[in-house]
Protein backbone atom coordinates (compact mmCIF):
# COMPACT_ATOMS: atom_id res chain seq x y z
CA UNK A 1 0.00 0.00 0.00
CA UNK A 2 1.30 3.03 -1.16
CA UNK A 3 0.92 6.22 1.46
CA UNK A 4 1.32 10.19 1.86
CA UNK A 5 1.93 11.57 4.80
CA UNK A 6 1.50 15.26 4.72
CA UNK A 7 2.64 17.59 7.55
CA UNK A 8 1.70 19.57 9.16
CA UNK A 9 -1.86 18.32 9.74
CA UNK A 10 -2.52 21.83 10.97
CA UNK A 11 -1.27 24.97 10.22
CA UNK A 12 -2.46 28.43 11.34
CA UNK A 13 -0.29 31.56 11.24
CA UNK A 14 -0.81 35.81 10.30
CA UNK A 15 -1.08 37.34 7.27
CA UNK A 16 2.20 38.17 5.49
CA UNK A 17 4.06 35.00 6.98
CA UNK A 18 5.82 32.28 5.14
CA UNK A 19 5.15 28.78 5.69
CA UNK A 20 6.24 25.27 3.96
CA UNK A 21 3.85 22.69 4.01
CA UNK A 22 5.21 18.67 3.26
CA UNK A 23 4.59 15.22 1.68
CA UNK A 24 6.53 12.40 1.96
CA UNK A 25 6.34 8.58 0.76
CA UNK A 26 8.48 5.78 0.78
CA UNK A 27 7.06 5.15 -3.04
CA UNK A 28 8.03 6.65 -5.96
CA UNK A 29 5.35 8.26 -7.66
CA UNK A 30 5.48 9.19 -11.44
CA UNK A 31 3.99 12.50 -10.80
CA UNK A 32 2.72 14.78 -8.06
CA UNK A 33 -0.50 16.71 -7.74
CA UNK A 34 -1.04 19.16 -5.14
CA UNK A 35 -4.94 20.46 -5.09
CA UNK A 36 -6.48 22.88 -2.56
CA UNK A 37 -10.47 21.99 -1.51
CA UNK A 38 -12.84 24.74 0.13
CA UNK A 39 -15.01 22.97 2.24
CA UNK A 40 -18.14 21.11 0.67
CA UNK A 41 -16.41 21.34 -2.23
CA UNK A 42 -14.17 19.28 -4.52
CA UNK A 43 -10.29 20.05 -4.84
CA UNK A 44 -8.66 22.13 -7.16
CA UNK A 45 -5.91 21.65 -8.94
CA UNK A 46 -2.79 24.03 -8.31
CA UNK A 47 -0.07 22.25 -9.95
CA UNK A 48 1.96 18.81 -11.08
CA UNK A 49 5.10 17.77 -11.20
CA UNK A 50 6.39 15.12 -13.27
CA UNK A 51 10.71 15.36 -12.96
CA UNK A 52 12.53 14.58 -10.05
CA UNK A 53 14.19 17.98 -8.78
CA UNK A 54 11.30 19.87 -10.61
CA UNK A 55 10.40 23.26 -8.83
CA UNK A 56 6.88 25.33 -10.41
CA UNK A 57 6.03 28.53 -9.29
CA UNK A 58 2.48 29.65 -9.36
CA UNK A 59 2.16 33.41 -8.31
CA UNK A 60 3.25 33.20 -4.28
CA UNK A 61 3.20 29.28 -4.43
CA UNK A 62 6.34 27.44 -4.82
CA UNK A 63 6.07 23.81 -5.32
CA UNK A 64 9.44 20.41 -5.75
CA UNK A 65 9.47 17.43 -6.52
CA UNK A 66 12.09 15.75 -4.86
CA UNK A 67 14.98 14.46 -6.88
CA UNK A 68 13.98 10.88 -5.77
CA UNK A 69 10.24 11.28 -6.79
CA UNK A 70 9.41 10.46 -3.22
CA UNK A 71 8.29 13.86 -1.95
CA UNK A 72 6.94 17.08 -2.64
CA UNK A 73 6.84 20.46 -0.88
CA UNK A 74 5.03 23.03 -0.97
CA UNK A 75 6.06 26.87 -0.10
CA UNK A 76 3.92 29.90 0.32
CA UNK A 77 5.34 33.71 0.60
CA UNK A 78 3.69 36.55 1.99
CA UNK A 79 0.33 34.07 3.17
CA UNK A 80 -3.03 35.97 2.23
CA UNK A 81 -6.56 35.00 4.16
CA UNK A 82 -7.57 33.71 0.57
CA UNK A 83 -4.91 30.70 1.21
CA UNK A 84 -7.21 29.37 3.78
CA UNK A 85 -8.00 26.00 3.11
CA UNK A 86 -7.28 22.11 3.02
CA UNK A 87 -4.17 21.68 0.96
CA UNK A 88 -3.77 18.22 -0.54
CA UNK A 89 -1.31 16.23 -2.27
CA UNK A 90 -1.72 13.25 -4.12
CA UNK A 91 0.73 10.71 -6.34
CA UNK A 92 -0.02 9.16 -9.67
CA UNK A 93 1.39 6.07 -11.57
CA UNK A 94 2.70 4.67 -8.44
CA UNK A 95 5.82 2.02 -9.50
CA UNK A 96 6.79 0.20 -6.35
CA UNK A 97 3.65 -2.72 -5.65
CA UNK A 98 3.20 -2.52 -9.19
CA UNK A 99 1.03 -0.54 -11.37
CA UNK A 100 -1.00 2.54 -11.15
CA UNK A 101 -3.98 2.75 -8.54
CA UNK A 102 -5.66 5.96 -9.61
CA UNK A 103 -4.46 8.55 -7.54
CA UNK A 104 -2.92 8.40 -3.88
CA UNK A 105 -3.77 11.15 -1.19
CA UNK A 106 -2.63 12.56 1.77
CA UNK A 107 -4.58 13.55 4.32
CA UNK A 108 -4.07 17.08 4.02
CA UNK A 109 -2.92 20.16 5.83
CA UNK A 110 -5.48 22.27 6.98
CA UNK A 111 -4.55 26.25 6.64
CA UNK A 112 -5.90 28.99 8.04
CA UNK A 113 -4.40 32.61 7.38
CA UNK A 114 -5.24 34.88 10.44
CA UNK A 115 -5.74 38.37 9.05
CA UNK B 1 -16.43 24.76 -21.03
CA UNK B 2 -18.10 22.65 -18.83
CA UNK B 3 -15.98 21.43 -15.72
CA UNK B 4 -16.66 17.52 -14.05
CA UNK B 5 -20.60 17.90 -12.41
CA UNK B 6 -21.77 15.43 -10.20
CA UNK B 7 -25.39 14.74 -9.12
CA UNK B 8 -27.12 15.09 -6.77
CA UNK B 9 -25.16 17.38 -4.44
CA UNK B 10 -26.73 16.07 -1.21
CA UNK B 11 -28.38 12.67 -0.36
CA UNK B 12 -29.50 11.20 2.54
CA UNK B 13 -30.35 7.83 2.22
CA UNK B 14 -31.19 5.36 4.98
CA UNK B 15 -29.17 1.87 6.13
CA UNK B 16 -29.62 -0.96 3.85
CA UNK B 17 -30.59 1.06 0.77
CA UNK B 18 -28.97 1.89 -2.45
CA UNK B 19 -27.51 4.98 -4.16
CA UNK B 20 -26.91 5.70 -7.31
CA UNK B 21 -24.44 8.92 -8.07
CA UNK B 22 -24.01 10.28 -11.22
CA UNK B 23 -21.13 12.45 -12.85
CA UNK B 24 -20.65 13.77 -15.98
CA UNK B 25 -16.61 14.81 -17.35
CA UNK B 26 -14.64 17.41 -17.94
CA UNK B 27 -15.27 17.96 -22.30
CA UNK B 28 -12.85 16.28 -23.80
CA UNK B 29 -12.14 13.87 -21.40
CA UNK B 30 -12.81 9.83 -21.38
CA UNK B 31 -11.70 8.89 -18.17
CA UNK B 32 -13.47 8.70 -15.11
CA UNK B 33 -12.93 8.00 -11.55
CA UNK B 34 -14.63 7.73 -8.29
CA UNK B 35 -13.26 8.75 -4.85
CA UNK B 36 -14.51 8.56 -1.16
CA UNK B 37 -13.89 11.35 1.19
CA UNK B 38 -14.72 10.62 4.55
CA UNK B 39 -14.94 14.15 7.30
CA UNK B 40 -11.49 14.92 7.80
CA UNK B 41 -9.34 12.55 5.35
CA UNK B 42 -7.93 12.99 2.12
CA UNK B 43 -9.95 11.50 -1.04
CA UNK B 44 -9.49 7.61 -1.57
CA UNK B 45 -9.54 5.83 -4.34
CA UNK B 46 -12.39 3.74 -5.66
CA UNK B 47 -12.27 3.01 -9.16
CA UNK B 48 -11.78 4.39 -12.52
CA UNK B 49 -13.45 3.80 -16.31
CA UNK B 50 -12.40 3.94 -19.51
CA UNK B 51 -13.76 2.70 -22.46
CA UNK B 52 -16.81 1.97 -20.43
CA UNK B 53 -15.14 -0.90 -18.66
CA UNK B 54 -13.35 -0.59 -14.93
CA UNK B 55 -9.69 -0.68 -15.25
CA UNK B 56 -8.62 -0.18 -11.93
CA UNK B 57 -9.77 -0.78 -8.74
CA UNK B 58 -8.60 0.73 -4.78
CA UNK B 59 -9.57 -1.18 -1.87
CA UNK B 60 -13.31 -1.36 -1.92
CA UNK B 61 -15.69 -4.13 -1.24
CA UNK B 62 -18.13 -5.26 -4.18
CA UNK B 63 -21.17 -3.23 -2.72
CA UNK B 64 -19.52 -0.24 -4.81
CA UNK B 65 -19.65 -0.99 -8.55
CA UNK B 66 -20.00 1.55 -11.21
CA UNK B 67 -20.54 1.77 -14.89
CA UNK B 68 -19.44 4.52 -18.13
CA UNK B 69 -21.92 5.18 -20.97
CA UNK B 70 -20.66 6.06 -24.41
CA UNK B 71 -20.52 9.55 -23.98
CA UNK B 72 -18.07 9.31 -20.91
CA UNK B 73 -20.80 9.78 -18.09
CA UNK B 74 -20.20 7.57 -15.51
CA UNK B 75 -22.54 6.44 -12.50
CA UNK B 76 -21.25 5.02 -9.05
CA UNK B 77 -23.48 2.39 -7.34
CA UNK B 78 -23.60 1.32 -3.54
CA UNK B 79 -25.59 -1.26 -2.32
CA UNK B 80 -26.82 -2.21 1.51
CA UNK B 81 -25.49 1.12 2.79
CA UNK B 82 -23.41 1.07 6.10
CA UNK B 83 -23.55 4.01 8.51
CA UNK B 84 -19.92 4.25 7.19
CA UNK B 85 -20.42 5.26 3.77
CA UNK B 86 -21.44 8.73 4.58
CA UNK B 87 -18.91 10.75 3.27
CA UNK B 88 -18.07 13.23 0.41
CA UNK B 89 -17.85 10.93 -3.33
CA UNK B 90 -15.84 12.76 -5.41
CA UNK B 91 -15.83 12.28 -9.40
CA UNK B 92 -12.80 13.11 -11.39
CA UNK B 93 -12.27 13.11 -14.84
CA UNK B 94 -8.75 12.78 -17.30
CA UNK B 95 -7.50 12.27 -20.48
CA UNK B 96 -5.50 9.43 -19.99
CA UNK B 97 -6.01 6.49 -17.87
CA UNK B 98 -3.89 5.68 -14.81
CA UNK B 99 -2.38 7.27 -11.94
CA UNK B 100 0.37 9.53 -14.28
CA UNK B 101 -2.31 12.65 -15.56
CA UNK B 102 -4.05 15.38 -14.21
CA UNK B 103 -7.37 14.99 -12.23
CA UNK B 104 -10.42 17.88 -12.46
CA UNK B 105 -12.66 16.70 -9.78
CA UNK B 106 -16.25 17.82 -9.83
CA UNK B 107 -17.80 19.75 -6.44
CA UNK B 108 -19.26 16.11 -5.05
CA UNK B 109 -21.80 14.27 -3.38
CA UNK B 110 -22.59 14.41 0.16
CA UNK B 111 -23.91 11.09 1.15
CA UNK B 112 -25.76 10.72 4.65
CA UNK B 113 -26.57 7.41 5.97
CA UNK B 114 -28.97 7.36 8.84
Known amino acids: TQLLEQSPQFLSIQEGENLTVYCNSS?????LQWYRQEPGEGPVLLVT?????EVKKLKRLTFQFGDARKDSSLHITAAQTGDTGLYLCAGGGAWSGGGADGLTFGKGTHLIIQP | DAGVTQSPTHLIKTRGQQVTLRCSPKSGHDTVSWYQQALGQGPQFIFQYYEEEERQRGNFPDRFSGHQFPNYSSELNVNALLLGDSALYLC?????????????FGQGTRLTVV
Open chain 2, 92 to 104: ASSLVPGGATEAF
Open chain 1, 49 to 53: VVTGG
Open chain 1, 27 to 31: SVFSS
